[in-house]
């Protein structure tokens, strides 16, 4: 927890010095109603989801049945290799998010903020932050990765989750070059867009290679707005 809000408060504090674009809302209403909002749903999940990732990977890291947990593999390896597929999960459960008019509904409160900045990154409905906890653990009990791959996956989904909603604009030779790898702000700005076709692209979390193979792989808009300005299904 600390992490994210040393995160939120120096993209804050980025965004606020270099914007990318004057937001018409003023940042004490959507600070407000986003934090509130993201409170709501990091209680109910301790209440319904009672394990932290960290600590059911401490526990099961004995277990013969984890996928990732074989002598033949080197600990970097399972290091590297859980890292990558926990990442994966990220992708698939955005993607159920978006594929039924049903997660949609639940989804869409993320998607309706008509503007982006770090607050956006809170702006999650209850029940997506508890679907999304409880598939991610159901991942970490069947690959059974390594404690440190887990600790390294959360910081990272932590660090790039703030940055991509950020209202800041990298120089274009290092979002290019970052495009390679990683999600950055520019392909998730697609992903917001108010086109519905452009929603349903770039749903990788942290790395954008989930989508090239996967056909959801969008380098430029269809159009240049960005925000949502709907909450209809995107399908």
């Known amino acids: 927890m600390g992490v994210q809000v040393a995160s939120l408060l120096a993209f804050a504090i980025l965004e606020s010095w270099i914007p990318l674009s004057a937001l018409t809302e003023s940042t004490e209403r959507r600070w407000g109603a986003h934090g509130l909002l993201f409170g709501c749903a990091v209680i109910l999940q301790n209440v319904l989801v009672r394990v932290s990732p960290l600590t059911l990977a401490a526990s099961i890291h004995d277990s013969p049945w984890g996928l990732l947990n074989r002598p033949a593999l080197p600990e970097l390896a399972r290091i590297l290799l859980a890292i990558v597929l926990l990442d994966g999960v990220h992708y698939l459960t955005d993607r159920l998010f978006h594929a039924y008019e049903t997660t949609w509904r639940v989804h869409a409160v993320h998607h ?25 653990v ?11 791959a887990v600790f390294l996956s959360g910081l990272q989904t932590i660090l790039l989750n703030v940055l991509v909603h950020a209202n800041i604009e990298l120089p274009p030779s290092l979002e290019r070059t970052l495009r390679l790898l990683f999600i950055t702000p520019g392909l998730h700005r697609i992903h917001h867009s108010t086109n519905f076709a452009d929603q349903n692209h770039n749903f990788g979390q942290a790395f954008s290679f989930w989508d090239r193979p996967c056909g959801t792989y969008r380098a430029h808009p269809t159009s240049q707005a960005s925000g949502v300005e709907g909450v209809e299904h995107n399908n």
Request: charged share 15%; hydrophobic share 45%.
């Open 112 to 136: 309706s903020d008509r503007e982006c900045d770090v607050s956006t990154s809170l702006r999650l409905h209850p029940l997506e932050v508890i679907v999304s906890q409880t598939l991610y």
């Open 138 to 148: 159901a991942a970490i009990v069947l690959l059974t990765p390594p404690l440190l």
